[in-house]
């Protein structure tokens, strides 16, 4: 339905350049998308089809209205405007290389869907990136409507090659291989290309599926036609490539991509369990302590990092909108998003990455991915059994850690393993005596209160661990830390 | 041929048409052998409509 659309400062998004047809931009709190005209006759075109009401309908596709007035649009525009659309904003962005690796298979799959319904109305995806999907919670949307438009007689799928290299290789390598595809699309915005991923594989991978055609004909035709673009194109033409044929190898794509599974070591299987149904008093406290926070007030947006099973992030969604469940082993971060799906969760998103390495901005100018904190403050931080890790670890230095929680501006949930900790012992037995001096409770007491309010501190019952709440610094009401505990 | 703003790749492009040529392949080799199987007796004519129209819906 028409709404009005108000005016203001409008901004173009920096990742959005790449088709000129279509071109999101922000104005407040609105996410739009310009059209050129041939871009609003392709959406015209899709907006009469059946599937975009039924993929709208069940939340696939990215609620979307024409704009009725036209709003202020944003300078830089390359094609002139026809006609903006206004979509639904998602709550937080992220990408492929922050996804486990069902997350991925579940995009590729709703892209391919997608692809099959819109072939039988006569329209066609112009790209398959997974960047295009986002996430709502567990719940794949596909966001690009842009990307949707007139099947042309005797055009191949164009967006092929692009699967390949951004689903159906990454997929393969993890699948097959139990290599992480994370560096790999992080390392590179277009993905891995045909050349590149038959070089990962080796000569006995021919007879796995999807192995043969995808990776080592497709190389080989590439090193061998790659430099007859135009003449290639041209004899495609004349050959006229039928939609049948496109169909046909749609579905095979599909049939290749549901089969691929990949599962965690045993081991993580066994402790995602366990940490699930621990029961000693100390964790029964630090449920009710983080609970007692979370619906103490209403949160926008929670981060939840190092969240391994996601225990806290459940706590965490009672009293918040959304919720991001982030830790950098990607092998429990997938048995909750499998957990997360099965139940039809919206509100939580979980996301794979190292902090002591966070996903950087990237692309054209550094800017067409953002860095996380880029894409949405958090309202308040769990950072629960976190800091040994990146402190003592990763050897970030305990008011480093501090002052980059500090720079969300944002309340904070922080649990401190004191040197008695078995956990703490652990990490610091390799490491030589004297290397974490700035590793003490008095050293961390006095960093955190010097950045937040701290407005509780709580002791657990087995004595090596301290809870704290705190609040940006001017904006709560500080206790003393100096003061006995109680 | 006015192709979108992504290049498609001229070995992508032939691959498609061999991937959809073998396709094509296997399905007149199914449907071959459906009729090798009616001709031996060994399967029911009305099998092989079926089987057929399967096989052309799955393609």
Redesign the interface.
Known sequence: MPTETPRQDPRLEPGSF????SRVFYAGDDVLRTLSADGLRDFEALASTSFYERFMQDGRLVKTELARSTPDLPPGLIKESAGVLRHERIPFVSYPYEWPFSMLKDAALLQLDLLLAALEEDMIL??SSPYNVQFKGSKPVFVDLGSF?RL?D?????????F?MLYLYPLLLQAVKDVSYHPFLRGAIDGIT?AQMRGLVSGRDRTRKGFY?NVF??????????D??G????E??K?G??K???V??V??MRKTVQRLEWSPPQGVWVAYGERNSYSDDDAKRKDEYVREVVTSEEWGLTWDIGANNGRYSRIAAEGSRNVLAVDADPGPIELLYRSLRDEGDEQILTLTMNLADPSPGLGWRGRERKALPERGSPDLVLALALIHHVTIAANVPVAEFVDWLASLDTSLVIEFPTREDPMVKKLLAPKREGLHPDYERENFERVLSGLFDVERRERSSSGTRLLYFARPKGSGSPIDLAAPEH | ????????????????????G???LAVTARLYWGRILTFLRIRKPEDEVVRANEQAD??
């Not at chain 1, 790449?18 to 047809?21: A, G, I, L, N, V």
């Not at chain 1, 004909?217 to 790659?226: A, D, P, T």
């Not at chain 2, 041929?1 to 959809?20: F, H, K, R, T």
């Open positions: 790449r088709d000129p047809e112009k790209d438009e042309r005797g055009e191949p799928w164009v967006g092929y090659r692009q390949c045909p055609l004909l497709h190389s080989k035709l590439e090193e061998r036609h790659g007859r673009g003449e290639v194109k041209s495609v033409k050959a490539f039928k049948e044929l496109i046909a190898n579905k095979r | 041929m006015e192709l979108a703003y992504l290049d498609p790749g001229s070995g992508s492009m032939i691959l498609q048409i061999l991937a959809g073998f396709a094509a799955s393609a």
